[in-house]
């Protein structure tokens, strides 16, 4: 552990904004796992879970969690995805 306190602090603030990453990255992850699940099972409910997946990743993308091209291929591959299941 650093002697310094603002490192002190640097390093608590680190850990906490990499379980709060850690979280948010987690549960986009699942709803991208549960929309495509939805997809390929062709649930009743699986243009909900698109949606949900689609607001996720743009929260995502817009908290910097990832990247904002990186959150249009994700959203157009699920979008492919649904549009060749209907």
Do not use: F
């Amino acid at each position: 552990m650093a002697n310094i306190k603002s490192a002190k602090k640097r390093v608590l603030v680190n850990e906490k904004k990499a379980a709060k990453n850690k979280a948010e990255n987690s549960a986009l992850k699942t709803a991208i796992k549960k929309a495509n699940a939805a997809i390929e099972a062709d649930d009743a409910g699986k243009e909900e879970a698109v949606k949900t997946a689609v607001k996720k990743i743009d929260k995502a993308a817009a908290n910097g969690l990832i990247h904002k091209n990186n959150a249009a291929h994700k959203k157009s591959e699920l979008a492919l995805k649904l549009n060749k299941k209907a």
